[in-house]
């Protein structure tokens, strides 16, 4: 079953979350990520919930962050890490260091990686994914999905073509021999496209995730899809 991950970034404001809640369909392999003042919110819904972002540190004076440890300790089970809006903060020694505090407690990471449009144009892709892994994953031995998400196409509306997508995902998985997902600008009018990738293992969602009836069609077709392709059908 893929995976499909929303990133709800900081869109909502309280009466914004009761319709949200109110609406999003539950599903074993859907993952929210929403501010984290809002999670309790959704897990009182026992919806699957993600951090956004954790911290490197267990506990202590580092005002305005958030610990695998407290997230745990309310029943948070992902952590999104290394987010290109986060990553533009932290190296990849940080970034290491934050997935082995969240893998410490048992959470499954979500590591993003990906490119810029001058390394893309440069034909640096795999050269810079690559030194992103080795780097973020050093000494690393858990519950690791990567995130393909170029950043030249987070919010642009622009997507590699699905043969790109499908060599990239195939040297991530022969080299590192971890699940891959997709994102990068995914929405309603691509999503029958992407998930053509045979490939890929899922989905991260971002401002598509935000409108809640979008976000319930694409879990929609993608879970539709996957039943085709295996035969399983989900109404029994």
Not at 62 to 74: D, K, M, P, Y
Not at 180 to 205: A, C, E, M, P, R
Request: hydrophobic share 35%; charged share 20%; glycine share 8%.
């Amino acid at each position: 079953m893929k995976l499909i991950v929303g990133n709800l970034k900081m869109y909502f404001d309280g009466s914004e979350i009761k319709n949200y809640l109110d609406n999003l369909i539950r599903d074993d392999n859907v993952v929210v990520c929403p501010s984290s003042i809002h999670i309790p919110y959704f897990l009182n819904k026992n919806i699957n919930v993600g951090l956004q972002d954790v911290s490197m540190y267990e506990k202590g004076s580092f005002t305005g962050e958030v610990s695998a440890l407290q997230g745990v300790n309310i029943g948070v089970t992902y952590a999104l890490i290394g987010h290109y809006e986060t990553r533009k903060y932290n190296d990849n020694k940080i970034i290491n260091l934050k997935i082995k505090n969240a893998l410490k407690h048992n959470m499954t990471v979500m590591l993003c990686v990906g490119e810029t449009l001058d390394e893309k144009n440069n034909n640096l892709t795999l050269d810079v994914i690559k030194k992103q892994l080795n780097e973020c994953l050093d000494g690393i031995n858990g519950k690791v999905i990567i995130v393909y998400e170029p950043i030249w196409s987070i919010g642009s509306g622009l997507i590699p073509t699905n043969e790109e997508i499908k060599n990239i995902i195939n040297f991530i998985k022969e080299n590192y021999n971890y699940k891959v997902l997709y994102g990068g600008s995914v929405n309603l009018q691509n999503i029958d496209t992407l998930n053509k990738v045979s490939n890929i293992d899922g989905f991260l969602v971002g401002f598509s995730a935000s409108k809640v009836d979008e976000f319930n069609e694409i879990i929609k077709e993608v879970n539709k899809i996957w039943c085709f392709s295996t035969g399983f059908d989900k109404t029994r």
